[in-house]
């Protein structure tokens, strides 16, 4: 990387594509990009000092990125072959590479603490993240999400000898890592797209656990189909909420909290506190502390830093919560898997086990929906009211056939509908909900803002 003076990332907004943007904007390399739409995210990055366009014309590209030698070109497997400036960069001799082969050889020198599973694995890496670096053991973090602690998904530290990474299975992503300490949360089937079968799927996990490095370890959910095949020298251990090398003990929920004690091979850490008190964190809050815990981090520091972490934008956040016991709320959560939605909504369901709930769901790729629609129905009917959005193409094409209404017809809640975006801003002044929680990892998160000021409007 000394040999780069400058890094051009074609599609420079993703959440991924931010955390290494940020790396070498630290490292005082030059860094620009393209993305096709502005978003909070990309006005960040730009007033932190990257160079995004958006507009894929080749003419665009910054003076600083013309060098073939002296420049590095990065991009996500969401970007079209045909995107004009990737043709560009093609054509004239740059090196191109995926971002998941540049954050392998940015972490290969490291002791990497490597996060991955179909669900689970934002918010367990970003805890992971937020223990090292509250301990002063400290850590260079490349998450999926934005950390509410720091308002960003990246972390650095000069002197630490860890990263924590979220490894992304879609496109095998993960299989450029070389973890030190791997986690494996869930392994439910998904990116079927990419895959074919859930027996591809599955593969894919297992040929990640050979990546571990020998001196290392696999933290792995209990009960999942994952065969591990581990190098020698790696050791492996479980966890789950209540079984498992690692697990909980002495669960109590009230008033808003949610405290255990967690159970480790060695010994016992007693009064540990969620600062974001949902059920689901009870797990995510084991597998991140067993990481943390065979790296030798003090045990305190965990308790710690558990009740100061305040989770990642977009999972479970809170967007209102009026005061008393009939306040109305809004949580927003990014579940796009319907393994995701189930858990986010009987979470919520868990919080308020008498209030009427109501899930505003975006789904997310046409190859998901088609695949999934019938888990995706099961999960929602969970609530007293659905409405759904238009499906979010993201990277995809159109599947003729293949609409929100697949998922509808198949929701068992009597109050059941679907809008367009325009519509369902209008929708909410004639509604009257009382626990609402938003879902999905479309652009809905750019409704979220409207949403609520058009739920705090409405007469009860």
Not at 51 to 63: C, F, K, V
Not at 162 to 174: K, Q, T
Request: hydrophobic share 40%.
């Amino acid at each position: 990387m000394k040999d780069f003076d400058a890094l051009y990332f074609v599609g420079a907004g993703g959440i991924g594509m931010a955390a290494l943007e940020r790396y070498f904007l630290a490292k005082g390399k030059f860094v620009a990009g393209y993305d096709r739409t502005p978003s909070d995210l990309t006005h960040a990055l730009e007033s932190e000092g990257v160079h995004i366009d958006y507009d894929e014309d080749p003419t665009l590209i910054p003076a600083e990125c013309l060098d073939p030698q002296r420049t590095l070109v990065v991009y996500t497997p969401a970007v079209p072959d045909s995107h004009k400036g990737l043709t560009y960069f093609r054509e004239h001799g740059f090196e191109v590479v995926k971002r998941a082969a540049l954050l392998g050889v940015v972490t290969a020198h490291s002791r990497g603490l490597c996060f991955a599973g179909t669900h689970g694995k934002t918010t367990t890496s970003s805890m992971a993240a937020h223990i090292l670096h509250s301990s002063g053991i400290g850590c260079n973090a490349f998450l999926g999400g934005i950390l509410r602690n720091y308002n960003s998904n990246f972390l650095l530290s000069s002197t630490s000898p860890f990263s924590v990474i979220e490894a992304d299975e879609f496109d095998r992503s993960f299989h450029h890592l070389r973890p030190h300490i791997a986690v494996v949360t869930s392994t439910d089937p998904d990116h079927l797209d990419i895959y074919g079968t859930a027996e591809n799927y599955l593969e894919s996990f297992a040929h990640f656990t050979e990546l571990i490095q020998p001196g290392g370890a696999l933290i792995v959910h209990t009960g999942l189909a994952l065969q591990p095949r581990v190098q020698q020298g790696v050791k492996i251990y479980t966890y789950s909420r209540d079984e498992g090398d690692f697990h909980a003990a002495n669960i109590s929920k009230g008033g808003g909290e949610i405290t255990f004690d967690l159970v480790t091979p060695w010994e016992t850490v007693s009064g540990i506190s969620l600062g974001v008190p949902v059920d689901i964190n009870i797990e995510n809050a084991i597998a991140a502390m067993a990481a943390c815990r065979l790296v030798e981090t003090p045990l305190d520091a965990m308790r710690d830093a558990i009740a100061t972490f305040m989770g990642p934008k977009r999972r479970f956040e809170f967007w209102l919560k009026e005061p008393g016991d009939n306040g109305r709320v809004m949580i927003d959560d990014y579940a796009h898997h319907p393994g995701e939605l189930q858990a986010s909504i009987s979470s919520v369901r868990d919080l308020y086990p008498d209030r009427r709930l109501t899930v505003i769901f975006q789904p997310h790729l046409y190859t998901r929906t088609r695949d999934f629609a019938s888990e995706f129905a099961a999960a929602l009917s969970l609530a007293d009211e659905v409405i759904l959005l238009p499906i979010y193409p993201a990277r995809e094409e159109p599947i003729p056939g293949v609409t929100s209404e697949m998922i509808l017809e198949q929701v068992t809640s009597t109050k059941k509908c679907i809008y367009s975006k325009e519509n369902l801003i209008k929708s909410i002044e004639l509604s009257n909900f009382d626990v609402l929680l938003t879902a999905g990892a479309g652009d809905i998160a750019n409704l979220l803002p409207q949403i609520c000021n058009e739920f705090k409007k409405q007469k009860r």
